[in-house]
């Protein structure tokens, strides 16, 4: 479904060109779920800015169903993007001027212009429902608490029943029940509906509960083989 080859990104950092994912591969399956681990600075956050088609690779491809998204131009890659990825970015990335409800509800709005907003109100109601968000629809996000921000992000995330998840340290920002709350329901998303996910996450217990987990070391990506997980990163 998602394959990714010899991906190559160099970045301008204060006139120096960084090399910042290096011959990265890996393929992504319906209803698997692939953690991403490795050191900050390590490249684990810009993997997923290129996989999304937010940051244009330098060199390689991108293949989700066969079409290379390297190639794309802005207005397909917006489309492919809204056709098949849900995004939960580190930093949440929720417009401050409209409430909870308003923030999921958006995405839709604009994948299809044309439906109702009733049904749109209520499928976003849903998502924030199944976040445990229910009664905090009508709060802007500066009303909300870190956690409860990053939840309405994960609503977004998922209100449009993406193909593929890409979730950017889910848990960082939330208490060890609220986090566990938030993982189950992504774990089900993949066992029910097939949703491919790459998790990138500090938490090795966490990354250990994925089908296969990746290590990411200063821009290079490995399979970490099973008998030695928990003790890299
Ligand atoms: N927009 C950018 N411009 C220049 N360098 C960047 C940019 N974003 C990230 N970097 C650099 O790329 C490297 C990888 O960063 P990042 O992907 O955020 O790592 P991680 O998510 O693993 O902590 C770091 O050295 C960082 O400073
Ligand atoms: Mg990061």
Do not use: C, W
Not at 83 to 91: A, H, P, R, S, V
Not at 227 to 232: F, H, L, R, S, Y
């Amino acid at each position: 479904m998602l394959e990714v080859r010899n991906v190559n990104l160099y970045l301008k950092n204060a006139g120096e060109e960084l090399h910042v994912l290096r011959n990265v591969s890996f393929a992504l399956q319906p209803g698997e779920v692939v953690s991403v681990v490795g050191p900050s600075g390590s490249g684990k956050s810009s993997l997923l800015m290129v996989l999304a088609g937010l940051e244009k690779a330098t060199s390689g491809s991108i293949l989700i169903d066969g079409t290379d998204i390297v190639g794309l131009d802005e207005d397909r890659l917006a489309v492919f993007r809204r056709d098949n990825f849900g995004i939960l970015f580190q930093n949440f990335h929720l417009i401050p001027s409209m409430t909870a409800l308003e923030n999921v509800a958006f995405t839709l709005e604009i994948a299809d212009p044309s439906r109702p907003y009733g049904s749109i109100r209520q499928a976003a109601q849903d998502a924030l429902v199944a976040v445990g968000l229910g009664d905090r629809a009508k709060h802007l996000p500066s009303a909300l608490s870190g956690g409860e921000q990053q939840r309405v992000g994960l609503a977004r995330a998922i209100v449009g029943e993406p193909r593929i998840l890409l979730a950017d340290e889910p848990t960082g920002n939330l208490d060890q029940t609220t986090g566990g709350g938030v993982i189950e329901r992504m774990f089900a998303l993949a066992r029910v509906e097939g949703t491919a996910i790459l998790l990138i996450t500090h938490d090795l217990q966490l990354a250990a509960r994925a089908d296969r987990t990746l290590s990411m070391n200063q821009g290079s990506l490995h399979e970490t083989p099973p008998a030695i997980q928990g003790v890299t990163v």
